[in-house]
């Protein structure tokens, strides 16, 4: 075929590549959106390499501090630091979003080393690689100024220690990718992710109520794990820099080529994984399940929810349905628990200084408990359109009114509130003590009143400014710009006129005073919430051409 | 004598400068089986937005089954089920969670919505997969769910963008059968669809769409009479190779009638020479 070369060539599919993203990015500019994206992006850059160069300076010093006197093994400490850097910024940086498809390049006639050179360049392009490298410079340039006879030594041994790096980071991205592709394990993951973020949370109370004394079995633990720690790569790489410098070179040759085995080996399992993406792996959703007779001619009847309109009791049970199979949503909302036990576990000094605020005065446990479930709630609350995605247009087709669709997803929101509230009372008797009985009505007062304000405001959000949402990934949960700012503004209103309220109330030294204050305004945002849904089927329909293009868009 | 199933008159949609629908004055009988054509980008998907409620018409009027769309809303809505561009699927659902909130929000009893829920999951092949969330359904799937959805209230005016689009022979068997026993109960059917060969087969009135603007309307027979009437009488001026008179006993196709009313040409005479 005249123009078809036998074999494609690497470096014009390479050149083609690298010309349809900078094409991207220049069709990117086209919105405001995306201009912003590049603003954003500059900034990015700005600090990424602000911290690249000033990490790689301290570690430059450190390194020749260690190297020139004498403690030349905790080079094995900066070695770790870069490491996990490199590993897990990437990680927490992308919050699971969905990946680029890579069979998008595999309809192309790639040969196999130029789909995985592809992969592993244009993959390794982001910040934790250059800001590692640019510390790893600086290390070897370190040791170099200590030691300048061992400067190739070490820039050779720290080579191959970026490129494990480099590789191992491609290799963990490729089977991310691969449980991301599909909706369950991209779930399982997430859920993973969350509970790590969760005992992220522990970190600094556990070390300020346990860190100031020494543990006896702190430094038994330790003793014990430093033979792992030096038969890892950043060990492997310390210790082939460090004996060198006693100048027992054949030992640190040893651990050299051990740093170079691990290399080789997470190269053979990035090979595995891009060999099965290159050979085109099924990943696909559809379910082949099959389910028995009984299974599949089983009647399911919708909830009876006496007392509540049909649609409305329709939209509830939907909601529900919808919230029920979603990992991230399901664990935010165990958040103010969690928030409570941060603080249970936090110092319990006697003085105010020393202890933390909920230890010194508990009473306020249940109040700061609930501020926070509806807190978290309100994400919900402000974009409730947003996981609906295109099934919005159903809204408009269906000859229900718009009050009662956000009446039943309102009534959802309500009493998830109401179990939070719940749950949080209880924990709060469990970790703390039982609240007094004015605090709690107080407290569930407040919360009504607020829920109310919320509601109100966060129906009329949800129809001006909606954003798709994905309840199932982490970080696609976010409402837009516009509705956080407002949202913001209305908590603190909201908050500002509880701690007035709370302050009437300890002026007359009574806390069941705050509760009918918190009663009477909760009336008066029941009016608010009534005139606004009474007026909600106009402001939709005007709307119906901006909502449907942002929840209906890909 | 019964109100027109659908009518417009002078339905315009502007998007900013552009003029997406043009003054269309639309009549469709009730029990019609309609197709609605026009090349890509000519205002189809944007028409049957405005008649659903989809979309808001810049100016016209449009009315179902006699009753105002923009007056009385929710009473057309009840009477009209909708398969739009996107399907409008919650994916978070099973199907059966999904039919039976539609059978709910349009106003059937949980008891009747059950039942209609498994009578059309085993009609379109879906009971099979009780568990499975929509999301995970294949496009097909996800079709005839939508589909299901569509008419769990027995709608007496059907609307279907593009309808048999990515869907395989057998579910297309499925829903063209579904269809035809619409129609024979005396419901009306209104489709948008690309693929001529089943508008054909199925519809017995048509409208073709082109650049905003409504360019015929009638019955196959009308619009095939129409296009031959304009070829002969433009016949005098062409070649014989050029003529669109058909031969003797051969009658125009509905892909051919299109493309002499939309003026389109396959390109297929322009050179591609190193295409082998």
Redesign the interface.
Known sequence: MAGLSSSPDMRGQLGAVARVRFQLFVNGLRTIRGRLEVVARGIMFLMFGAAGLGGSFGLGVAAWYFVSHGNVEWIAILLWVVFLFWQLFPLMASAFSENVDSSNLLRFPLSFPSYFLIRLVYGSLDPSTIIGCLWLLGLTIGVGIAQPSLFFWAALVLFVFAIFNVLLARMIFAWIERWLAQRRTREILGAVFFIFIICFQFIGPLMSRYGEHRHPDASRVTAQALPYERALPPGLAAAAIARAVKGAFAPALGAFALESVYALAVLWLLNVRLRAQYTGENLSETAARKTSPKEKNALRLSWNISGVPGPVAAMLEKEVHYLSRSGPMLFTFIMPVVILLIFRLGPAGTSARQSNFLSHAPDLAFPVGAAYALLILTNLVYNCFGADAVGMQFYYVCPVRFREILMGKNLTHALLLACEVVMVWFAVCFMFHPPAVDVTLATVTGVAFALLLNLTAGNLLSIYTPKKIDYGAFGKQRASTATVFASLGIQFAVFGLAAVTLLIARVFGRIWLAAFIFLILAGVAAIAYALVLKRVDRVALDRRDAILAELSRA | MDAPAIETQGLTRRFGDLVAVADVNLSVAPGQFFGFLGPNGAGKSTTIKML?????ASSGRIQILGLDLGRN??????Q?G?V?E????????TG??YL????????L???T???R??ELL?FMQL???????V????HG?QKKLAMA?AVIHGPRVLFLDEPFEGVDAIASGTLKAMLQRMIARGATIFLTSHVLEIVERLCSHLAIIHRGRLVAQGSLEELRAGVEAQAAAALAGTSPGESAVPAPGEKLTLEEIFLRIVGGTRGAEQELS?L?
């Not at chain 2, 039976?100 to 106003?107: E, K, R, S």
């Open positions: 659903t409620g989809l979309l808001s809303p929710v009473d057309v809505k009840r009209i909708v739009p996107g399907m409008a699927l919650f994916g978070r659902l059966a969670e039976n909130f539609v059978g709910c929000m349009y106003g009893d949980r008891e919505a059950g039942k829920t498994a085993d009971a099979d997969q009780p568990k499975t969330l999301t995970d359904y294949s799937m959805g190193w082998g």
